[in-house]
């Protein structure tokens, strides 16, 4: 019998929530941790029930079990079955990646890009806040396997942090998120504690300070070593990093300004008070304002206005947002001859682009960038056609 009785047009759901099994760990804050056991479905049962889900053309399903990979036997047979299969689906687990075997990372390369993502919890790098929650890992282990799965490029990787673990101030969860930031995964997401009925960090709340919200889902308000006024920072940055950095749609922009301050949380926070500052925070604005922003920031931050940003905006906003226009804070440089070269050279066949390509002349060389971060002057073209692009620097 299905787990999914009750469930009328399926297809057209986007994301699922597939639960698998327990969670043999202990943490402090997890309800799991007052579950002793672990529990699994039939492997056979739970392939049916995938093989279900993959017919019905389902974007996203989700594995909401805390520790997918504690049974090495169960997680290898699973995703063998999962990136063996032929399907458009994406399969999202939550896993510790520092139990990851040499065997299941090898299997991991093997899945088709955009088959299999993960989310790695890593809640802090400070060892004696770890201690404090029950959670026995070591940071250095989760990063090693982090970045031998980063090397293939081929699985998205989420990395968690929660703010207002028992003794973990505003400076250390700085420190944090700057050793999370320094691996590059796809997405950093900052969480915040929840004290949820029946777990032992609720339990402890008094012994390390802790004021929580008296409606669910009982988020941390303050604790002894982090204040309100931290925590609502922390919030801005939260939505500075989800809309900047998670979205990937502005790459080169912050590699541009990320080493113009001391860490990267530095920038991050910066950007968030001028958000702030700005009222940015408190409407709506457009996505042709975000990129706005940088120039912004720039000359009030920086008291710089250069045009190497301004050919990097340019480049974020084309590659990411797959138009064919510019808003017009940003600066084009229109040369007719260049152009029509190019168009004859594609009219005789020497350069192959579809029909709907886009030519946008730049000032620095976007390849270099692209391949060696190296900001050069130099002139140049860029095609954008579709999912390719061509780099037409010092061949015009």
Known sequence: MSIYPNIINIYLLTNIIYVLLACPFGCKYCLSSTIKGVRFLNIERVKAELAFLMTKNIRLVKFVDRTFNCNHKFTMELWKFIIDAQTNTTFHFEISADILTEDEIELLHKAPPGRIQLEVGVQTTNNGVLG???????????????EEIKKYGNVKQHLDLIAGLPEEDFKSFKRSFNDVHTIGPEEIQLGFLKLLKGSDMREEAEKWGMVYSPYAPYEILKTDSISYQELVILKIVEKIVDKYYNSGKFIHILNYFIPKFETAFDFYYELGMFFYNRGYLDRNISSVEYYRVFVEFEKQYLNEKSIELNEIIKYDYLKFNKKRWLPDFLL???????????????QNGDIDVSKNYHIEKFSINIEKLLNNSIIEKENGYVLFDGERELYLFNHI
Do not use: P
Request: with cysteine.
């Open 132 to 146: 404090n929650i029950d959670r026995h890992v070591k940071f250095e282990k989760i990063k090693e396997k982090v």
């Open 332 to 346: 084009r440089y229109r040369d007719k001859c260049g152009e029509k070269l190019i168009k004859q050279k594609i």
